[in-house]
């Protein structure tokens, strides 16, 4: 019996996924009907011997899309192959190449469907992520810019470090013919709930990478402002004790198993 309907996933270590802290991101953003990765902890066995608990996290397919309750689309995301080519190959890639990055960085078809069986949609979705990467569009205009503005409130306010471009997703919507934005990798420390300098959204204060990012987002005012009200919205102390009550009894739960096996 499969653990859930998906013929791709991954398995990662707990601690690769900030342990508890990615169960909870991706729980939080399925309750604000957010695309959500399901996780299961599974006891992973490698030749009959034990290797510990692994997070099971669903892959980009249709059945992703599907368990997300959206229609039949692609997904695309930035390909990483050329920073990472840049990185091995020029010694100065942190001066000459990663400042332009971002801006350059070509797309590719992620998941969802087979891209080739809808050829319009993906041509369609590459459109309108380059028309933000050169600046010619605001991601209000591109995309579902309040869900966006969401997920970035929640990975600032539970104490994300980065804001990663390269990990980014977006699913092109064939009804609206906008994107929505997939998040994962939360990259938080239990340790320190202190959130990368980028939830800012200054420029000037975040890391090189982010940069040309950051100057996109903070240039558009309808997504400022969306932010900004969703950051007040998810530190109250109301919403985040209905949100922990809610889900006390998994979380806790979890959390068990994760320090049994830690």
Known sequence: TPIFSNKEFSLQAPRARSGINEYIFQELLKQEN???????????????????????????????????????SVILAYDKKPI????????????????KAFNIAPLEAAGGTKPSTLPGLKNQGFELLSLFQRGDKYISEISHYKDFAKI?????????????????????????????????????????INPGSWWMLDPTKTHEDYKQLIKLLRKDELFVKEYIKYLYKFSDYEFINNFLKKNEVKFNNLEKKLSYFS
Do not use: C
């Open 34 to 72: 957010l695309f959500s990765h399901r996780m299961k902890l599974v006891n992973l066995f490698l030749n009959n011997q034990s290797l510990g608990n692994y997070f099971l996290i669903d892959g980009y397919t249709k059945y992703f899309i599907e368990a997300n309750k959206r229609r039949e």
């Open 84 to 99: 990472v080519k840049s990185s091995i190959y020029n010694p100065n890639w942190e001066e000459t190449y990663l400042p």
């Open 152 to 192: 970035l409130a929640i990975r600032a306010l539970m104490g994300s470090k980065e804001l990663d471009w390269r990990d980014m997703k977006f699913y092109i919507n064939p009804i609206t013919s906008k994107l929505e934005l997939i998040s994962r990798e939360i990259h938080t420390s239990k340790n320190d």
